[in-house]
């Protein structure tokens, strides 16, 4: 078993986003050529990130801009996030592999210990590719705008609501800003 990353938690994690403490899920972290893989490798990307060092990353701008915010800063403070990978999937070539061996029951136990101890109201997980590897949840019968998304509960934690989403790459924009509105209980944009 490798180190096991750190959730990113906001300061402002408890105020959350229109009242409501969210977690963002992505797929996995990836490494350079000669970096070692920490357990604040997640909370080094966000730092990155939220400082502008690392200002070009899609996906990270892509979310924030989902949730109708325009600086890092003002959004991250307010979110935990963590790769449903334990750890990192490999070197940069590998970035699209699968979860695979002992790294799937880590990260399903992982997932049921984090969404159990930052108590999120709402869970976006942003990859289909991980779906597979997802602890058992209960389907609740809710449609979203954003086609193929789903809205679940774990069995261990059932006033968490986990909406389970497509990867930001080549997702609509627009479909996935209606369903994150829906998601947080805002009235449906015109």
């Known amino acids: 078993m490798s180190v096991v990353h750190t959730t990113w938690t906001g300061t402002n994690y408890s105020d959350g986003l229109e ?10 972290h990836w490494l350079s050529e000669n970096e070692d893989d920490t357990d ?7 730092e990155n990130v939220v400082s502008g060092h690392w200002h070009d990353i899609a996906f ?3 979310i924030r801009d989902y949730f109708g915010f325009s600086q890092h800063t003002d959004f991250w ?5 963590l ?10 070539h590998q970035r699209y592999a699968q979860l695979s061996g002992e790294m799937v029951p880590a990260a399903k136990e992982r997932f049921g210990r984090e969404v159990a101890r930052l108590a999120p109201d709402l869970v976006f997980v942003f990859s289909k590719k991980i ?12 449609t979203l705008p954003l086609p193929d998304s789903h809205v679940r509960t774990l069995p261990a934690a059932p006033s968490s609501r986990v909406l389970l989403l497509q990867h930001t ?22």
């Not at 604040?40 to 966000?46: A, D, N, S």
């Not at 790769?83 to 940069?92: K, Q, T, V």
């Not at 779906?131 to 809710?142: I, K, N, S, V």
């Not at 924009?173 to 509105?181: A, W």
């Open 131 to 142: 779906r597979w590897a997802l602890p058992e949840m209960t389907l609740r019968d809710e």
């Open 60 to 62: 990270f701008n892509h």
């Open 169 to 190: 790459q080549g997702a609509p924009k627009r479909k996935m800003i209606e369903t994150i509105s829906v998601g947080l209980g805002l009235p449906p944009l015109g």
């Open 83 to 92: 790769n449903y990978a334990p750890w990192s999937i490999g070197l940069g």
């Open 40 to 46: 604040r490798e997640t909370i080094k990307v966000i």
């Open 19 to 28: 009242g409501r403490r969210v977690m963002i899920v992505g797929n996995s």
């Open 77 to 81: 403070r307010r979110v935990a996030f």
